[in-house]
């Protein structure tokens, strides 16, 4: 066989197996259908995802506070006539939308937003679910699921019929990042806690994170931190990390999960969509991993400029484990660029991507785009091997994207 025809069959072979390969979505702020309106889906939903709704901003020609007074119909249909129809839809948020109707049977070139809101009217929360989930190859969807949310604490407390679909995570922001505001809530809701950060308070804020992480039978737990966080540094926050949180999660042997670079609200007329990104001294996660090797740190950064440094320490700490294309870097130029990266300096420990979907259809798209580019990027580095002689077989090509696709975060858990 010539080498050219050697090359096609092994492309062949790597896009196969990466196509059927099941998914387990890492991170997603999707809920199980039995969260009600917290799971969001259709058209509407995902017209106005933020990431679109910052795109449409770009266009628009009306103050903030009239299209926050819209109908979410309204606000869809202001966005569809700017981005898709005024505009072609190139961005990866756009073209999203369209490869997300394509797969589900809808004509898009027909351009009908009328015709395509009828179709969605009929879908039901359940049967929907697994299909979105059937065309995204996606097996299981781990959750944000927040506490501190006043929508969903309630279904937690009042419990729920559980969905082997979906898994649990539970995200501490407001505990670690709002304290002011937050310990008044814990002691509303029984928490012996002050404001002053007492031996008492953190006693009772690992008892909080005890009882909620059992509740909620969460893998891990998660925060999202500014750039300029520093560790060690005499904060409240800190405090409760040391205190509470590490020690918490040594206790439970739970990941603590860290999204380093978001800086909240630059422009908060844009609500959720305002929030901007900045480079993070990844200092302060080296004397994390250093300082603790019982912690496990799961970490995806958001500056692009980060992504280096961070493959490199994780080359220095095994109880860190680098996962996904995060929000900004969820484009196909810089998806590829991270996953190359990362297999040349860290090989296959590490969890390439996850969805980050806050609409349930958005899996569709946000997980064919990205096995697109894993596939490219693979089929480069077999060819690279084979080059040298080594062959590899389809076991071995099947084993490595599992790892890739939730395998070696299973076993950055478990370890
Ligand atoms: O990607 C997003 O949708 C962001 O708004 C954030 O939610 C981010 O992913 C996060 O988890 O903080
Ligand atoms: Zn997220």
């Known amino acids: 066989m010539s080498s050219a025809t050697k090359d096609k069959k092994l492309a062949a072979q790597v896009e196969k197996i990466v196509a059927v390969t099941p998914i387990h979505d890492v991170h997603t702020h999707l809920y199980a259908p039995a969260f009600g309106e917290l799971l969001l889906y259709g058209i509407d939903e995902l017209l106005t995802y933020h990431y679109l709704i910052a795109e449409g901003f770009r266009y628009f020609d009306l103050p903030y506070k009239k299209f926050w007074a819209l109908t979410k119909t309204q606000q869809a249909d202001l966005i569809w006539d700017e981005l898709f129809i005024q505009h072609s839809p190139v961005s990866e948020s756009c073209r999203g939308v369209l490869t997300t109707l394509n797969a589900l049977g809808l004509d898009v070139k027909k351009r009908d937003l009328k015709g395509v809101r009828k179709w969605f009217a009929t879908q039901k929360p359940d049967a929907y679910t697994t299909r979105c989930m059937e065309l995204a190859g996606v097996k299981s969807i781990c959750m944000t699921n927040s506490p501190f949310d006043d929508l969903e604490r309630p279904v937690w407390e009042k419990g729920f019929s559980g969905d082997s679909r979906f898994v649990t995570a539970l995200r501490i922001d407001p505990l670690l990042l709002d304290w002011s505001n937050t310990a008044p809530k814990l002691a509303q809701w029984g928490y012996n806690v002050t404001s002053e950060i007492s031996a008492k308070t953190v006693e009772e804020v690992r008892r909080f994170l005890r009882e909620w992480s059992k509740r909620m039978g969460a893998r891990y737990v998660m925060v999202s931190l500014p750039p300029d966080f520093k560790y060690p540094a005499q904060t409240v926050c800190n405090q409760l990390i040391e205190g509470a949180v590490l020690p918490h999660c040594r206790e439970t042997g739970l990941p603590f999960a860290l999204m380093p670079g978001v800086t909240r ?6 609500k959720l969509a305002g929030d901007g990104v900045g480079l993070t001294d990844l200092k302060f996660l080296t004397n994390l991993c250093a300082q603790y090797p019982d912690n496990k740190f799961l970490v995806t950064i958001l500056a692009r400029e980060n992504q280096h440094e961070l493959c490199v320490l994780a080359r220095k700490f095994r109880n860190l484990h680098v996962f996904g294309c995060w929000w900004f870097n969820n484009i196909p130029l810089l998806i590829e660029e991270n996953t190359r990266m990362r297999l040349e300096l860290l090989g296959l420990s590490v969890t390439p991507q ?18 697109e580019v894993i596939t490219n990027v693979l089929v480069d580095k077999y060819a690279d091997l084979a080059r040298t002689g080594w062959e590899p077989t389809k076991v071995e090509i099947e084993r490595d994207v599992a790892l890739l696709f939730g395998g070696a975060f299973e076993k950055f858990l478990k370890g």
Do not use: E, F, G
């Not at 609200?265 to 844009?270: H, I, K, R, S, T």
């Not at 996850?354 to 997980?367: F, G, N």
């Open 265 to 270: 609200a630059v422009n908060p007329q844009l």
């Open 354 to 371: 996850h969805s980050d979907a806050r609409v349930l259809d958005q899996l569709i798209y946000k997980w064919r785009h990205s096995r």
